[in-house]
């Protein structure tokens, strides 16, 4: 007897991987925006400066906000062998709107305190 794996299972692996990815992606460019602003002389360059700030942020909710997306389409996907077992009923339970909306307050936050600390001098 052969085992097969189930399609919904390997888009979330690969879903919850780009998720990783984008956290990784994220920190290094919120990193970049706080050192340059903390440790750079940015007077007369504030404006041109909200770009990568407001990139960053842009990318860290469209890139959290797909990536939970695409793990709840594969959660409903799944096949009903994998829809019995414990794990998944773990999973498919976690909150994926607060999920969600912390990804989204956490971009928010971080912008407001790069946009705070360039415009606060």
Not at 41 to 48: K, V
Not at 56 to 76: C, E, H, M, P, Y
Not at 97 to 117: E, K, T, Y
Request: negative net charge.
């Amino acid at each position: 007897m052969e085992s097969q794996t189930d399609p919904s299972l390997n888009g979330l692996y690969h879903a919850i991987s780009f998720q990783i990815a984008g956290i990784a992606i994220a920190l290094m460019a919120n990193s970049a925006n706080f050192a340059l602003i903390l440790f750079a002389d940015t007077t007369g360059h504030e404006i041109a400066l909200c770009v990568p700030i407001i990139a960053t942020a842009l990318f860290t909710f469209v890139w959290g906000d797909a990536t939970l997306q695409s793990q709840v389409a594969n959660i409903k996907d799944a096949t009903v062998e994998t829809k019995n077992s414990h794990a998944y009923r773990f999973i498919s339970t976690q909150p994926y709107n607060l999920l969600r909306l912390m990804n989204f307050a956490l971009a928010v936050a971080l912008a407001a305190s790069q946009f705070s600390i360039l415009f606060g001098e």
